[in-house]
């Protein structure tokens, strides 16, 4: 079946970065129309910082986090990844990737809505102290 399994979180200075993977299998039928990661931070709703429309290849982001988080993934896209630097104490947060089949994930205004994505991982830990 579909999994998604998010990795490389963990505790790290400001100014530091880190890189976080997003391994996924069970695709058997097709890949998503998108893929993205999602955060969620203390006491706080769980909001969308990146994703990726698979057919265009583009790129969306959350304001918050442009020209800090770069999305990207391999070339067989079993493995997405999010590379976040530099790391601001504002960053932490469980992060989450997840995949979509809806094809409004394609639209730039609405790539980051979190109902739009059916599959998602456990989430990774990221811990960022000033």
């Known amino acids: 079946r579909v999994q998604l399994m998010e990795s490389g979180g963990g505790s790290v200075q400001a100014g530091g970065s880190l890189r976080l993977s997003c391994e996924a299998s069970?695709?058997?039928?097709?890949?998503?129309?998108?893929v993205a990661w999602f955060r969620q931070g203390p006491a706080k709703a769980r909001v969308g910082v990146a994703s990726?429309?698979?057919?265009?290849?583009?790129?969306t982001y959350a304001e918050s986090v442009k020209g800090r988080f770069t999305i990207s993934q391999d070339n067989a896209k079993s493995t997405l990844a999010l590379q976040i630097n530099p790391l601001q104490p504002e960053d932490t947060a469980t992060y989450y990737c997840?995949?979509?089949?809806?094809?409004?994930?394609?639209?730039?205004?609405?790539?980051?809505?979190?109902?739009?994505?059916?599959?998602w991982g456990q989430g990774t830990q990221v811990s960022v102290s000033s």
């Open positions: 997840a995949a979509s089949f809806n094809t409004l994930c394609a639209d730039t205004l609405t790539a980051l809505t979190g109902s739009l994505y059916s599959y």
């Open positions: 990726i429309d698979n057919g265009s290849g583009i790129a």
């Open positions: 069970g695709f058997i039928y097709g890949s998503p129309y998108c």
